[in-house]
């Protein structure tokens, strides 16, 4: 049974930069598309990036492009969101989530088998 463990959130000033980690245990990531969700309060849950099993296809919303980077590291089993140039927009909690799927992307929360419990960015100054 996979797990997620999402670490790496806290408060951080307008401009600033956080580095999110997912950390997986119980089989491998390099099988599964992982998805960077969040979900602010009174909003739905949305998908914010995400990255396929090859590594070679990636999403990011729009409201994160050029300022959010997707990655796995393999060998720590490990997939990081690196934020940068933060807004108080981007407050929220953020969850990674693992699917099953093979070289694709995903961005439909439904999608996804698995979830981490969360990590609470705060964006404020």
């Known amino acids: 049974q996979l797990q997620l463990v999402e670490s790496g959130g806290g408060l951080v000033q307008p401009g600033g930069s956080l580095r999110l980690s997912c950390a997986g245990s119980?089989?491998?990531?390099?099988?599964?598309?992982i998805g960077w969700f969040r979900q602010a309060p009174g909003k739905e849950r949305e998908a914010v990036s995400c990255?396929?099993?090859?590594?070679?296809?990636?999403y990011y919303a729009d409201s994160v492009k050029g300022r959010f980077t997707i990655s796995r590291d393999r060998a720590k089993n490990t997939v990081h969101l690196q934020m940068t140039r933060l807004d108080p927009e981007d407050t929220a909690v953020y969850y990674c989530?693992?699917?099953?799927?093979?070289?694709?992307?995903?961005?439909?929360?439904?999608?996804?088998?698995?979830w981490g419990q969360g990590t609470q960015v705060t964006v404020s100054s």
């Open positions: 989530a693992a699917a099953y799927l093979d070289s694709v992307v995903v961005v439909a929360p439904g999608v996804y088998d698995y």
């Open positions: 119980g089989n491998s990531l390099t099988y599964y598309a």
């Open positions: 990255i396929s099993t090859n590594d070679e296809n990636t």
